[in-house]
């Protein structure tokens, strides 16, 4: 008897979803638990399991199509009873094609010749094969950057970038205008020469971050005020006990924690910045939440240390780790993704020399971390060359003063520079 494979609840108040890849196609066998296919929102991206063990035997909604919480989306046949369950090799990651007729083929990203998306330069990953097969690209093509020759996202979408890639199944004339708003893949439009365009459905969780971010715009007084800090001593420290951490601990210390530690004395110091504004009240609170930005899969995604002035150097960077890692393979539980009181976004790590980050509704503050670089400072009446980083702190001034924004700043970058502090809570 066929078991229907239906959409989960992936959250409070979610009704609608998106099919992301299917990592199973018509005809594989699956074991119990096996991931058949990753169901996005607009908040994460969770996988549905195999009920049991048995074989696909048909998909009726596509990559890419919505489809509702309960809705069936595929069946799958469970194996006779005393089958030996299938061996866990990794799966095929399946794609949904469009066609010029609007519908949606299923299919798995494979190389020239019908060969394996694992074969010749290495696995496709999962979120590399979703880009490829947006673009109706194979794998076969792409050179892989990642460990063991794997073809990454980062190659994928360098990949489809190339002016010269266009799916040769498709005639130019069916390339002239977008997919259908159900189809799950891009199309490129060529009009000759390089000027090509792609289209890409965006997916609920990209939806979701634009909204919000239009929503701080329009509803939270922004302001930012800026500081400078003199990274000598935390990078002293580091280099002194980085070997020793990490032995002892399994992890790197970076200089995360120490930020995350100094926010924490900071919003003790300046209350207001911890605080939310809930019409006709303020609510202030006695715990920190701290929002670390990462970047993700499906784009940029903010995991929450929950009670980070409770947390060890070593377990902030432990759990920062770990989000990091399941962020870029949307593993992350959406329980993880809320209820944060201040965020920490460090775009230094792109190279970002200065921005003005934008708060996470509702929360009323984000400290934004930048590139550190030698800069030439003036020291007891010397010019000294210092590693110097610039801070922002985006707040909303419906409840922060300027007064408080600057006082917060400030603490930031006194206990970076004498992070000693940060033992004695001064």
């Known amino acids: 008897m066929s078991l229907?494979?239906?959409?989960p609840e992936v959250g409070e108040s979610i009704t609608e979803v998106m099919i992301g890849t299917w990592k199973k196609r018509e005809g594989d066998a699956v074991a119990t638990d096996d991931p058949i296919v990753e169901i996005e929102s607009d908040k994460a991206t969770v996988e549905l399991p195999a009920p049991v063990?048995?074989?696909v035997t048909r998909i009726l909604k596509g990559a890419g199509e919505r489809a509702v919480v309960g809705e069936v989306i595929g069946y799958m046949e469970p194996a006779a009873a005393g089958a030996a369950q299938p061996q866990q090799n990794p799966a095929q990651p399946v794609v949904g094609v469009t066609r010029k007729d609007g519908r949606t083929d299923i299919g798995s990203v494979s190389m020239a010749g019908k060969q394996p998306a694992d074969a010749g330069s290495g696995r496709v990953m999962p979120a590399a094969a979703r880009v490829l097969?947006?673009?109706?690209?194979?794998?076969?093509?792409?050179?892989?950057t990642g460990p063991g020759g794997r073809v990454t996202k980062s190659d994928a979408v360098a990949a489809v970038s190339q002016p010269s890639v266009r799916p040769s199944s498709q005639p130019a004339a069916a390339l002239a205008k977008p997919p259908a708003a159900g189809s799950s893949a891009g199309s490129l439009r060529a009009s000759g020469g390089d000027r090509e365009e792609r289209f890409v459905l965006i997916s609920p969780i990209r939806r979701k971050i634009a909204e919000r971010l239009v929503e701080a715009q329009q509803q939270a007084a922004l302001l930012t005020t800026f500081?400078?800090?003199?990274?000598?001593?935390?990078?002293?420290?580091?280099?002194?006990?980085?070997?020793?951490?990490?032995?002892r601990y399994g992890v790197k210390l970076g200089f995360m924690s120490f930020f995350v530690r100094a926010a924490v004395e900071a919003l003790r110091a300046v209350p207001q910045v911890n605080a939310e504004f809930r019409d006709p009240h303020i609510v202030y609170r006695d715990y920190c939440d701290i929002g670390i930005a990462v970047g993700g899969g499906k784009?940029?995604?903010?995991?929450?240390?929950?009670?980070?002035?409770?947390?060890?150097?070593?377990?902030?960077e432990q759990r920062i780790g770990e989000y990091a890692r399941r962020a870029a393979d949307n593993k992350l539980k959406l329980e993880e993704l809320q209820g944060g009181t201040f965020t920490i976004s460090n775009g230094g790590v792109y190279g970002s020399m200065m921005s003005t980050p934008i708060i996470n509704p509702p929360q009323s503050g984000?400290?934004?971390?930048?590139?550190?670089?030698?800069?030439?400072?003036?020291l007891n009446g010397q010019v000294v060359i210092r590693p110097m980083m610039y801070l922002a702190l985006t707040y909303d001034h419906r409840l922060v003063d300027g007064r408080e924004a600057v006082t917060f700043v400030k603490r930031i970058k006194d206990t970076i520079e004498d992070p000693t502090r940060l033992m004695l809570e001064v």
Do not use: W, Y
């Open 4 to 7: 229907e494979l239906k959409v």
């Open 53 to 55: 063990h048995g074989t």
């Open 133 to 144: 097969g947006e673009a109706g690209m194979t794998g076969g093509t792409v050179a892989g």
């Open 227 to 247: 500081n400078e800090v003199d990274m000598s001593a935390v990078m002293a420290l580091r280099s002194k006990f980085k070997d020793v951490f990490q032995e």
């Open 299 to 316: 784009g940029l995604v903010v995991p929450v240390l929950r009670n980070a002035e409770r947390l060890s150097f070593a377990e902030i």
């Open 366 to 378: 984000i400290l934004g971390l930048h590139a550190i670089q030698d800069r030439p400072m003036a």
